[in-house]
């Protein structure tokens, strides 16, 4: 099993930066994507930017492209999200998780929508602050 756990979340004003961390522990050999997610209460999960753990190819969500950045560091199993610019809009619980499955591979799936990832951290909070 994957076990992953998420830091790095807290209050900001706009325009500033924060760096989110997930380390990731178990069978870490079985991972085949990662990603970052947002939520805010009573509203849908929605992708931020995933990883491919075989290419390091990436995708990003529009509203965050060009202000965010994924990456991981392999030899201490730990994904980043480096969020710049932040905006108001970008307050929401932050989650980490991982595909051990494959199904981000599938014909028609889109590794950004959150379906195909089995394993989830509990969350860090960010807050932007106008």
């Known amino acids: 099993q994957v076990t992953l756990v998420e830091s790095g979340g807290g209050s900001v004003q706009a325009g500033g930066s924060l760096r989110l961390s997930c380390v990731a522990s178990g069978a870490t050999d079985r991972i085949y994507y990662m990603g970052w997610f947002r939520q805010l209460p009573a509203k849908a999960r929605e992708g931020v930017a995933v990883l491919d753990d075989d290419n390091n190819r990436t995708r990003y969500a529009d509203a965050v492209k060009g202000r965010f950045t994924i990456s991981k560091d392999s030899a201490e199993n730990t994904l980043y999200l480096q969020m710049n610019s932040l905006k108001p809009e970008d307050t929401a619980m932050y989650f980490c998780?991982?595909?051990?499955?494959?199904?981000?591979?599938?014909?028609?799936?889109?590794?950004?929508?959150?379906?195909?990832?089995?394993?989830w951290g509990q969350g860090t909070q960010v807050t932007v602050s106008s």
């Open positions: 998780a991982a595909d051990i499955y494959g199904g981000s591979y599938s014909q028609g799936v889109d590794p950004l929508g959150g379906a195909v990832y089995n394993v």
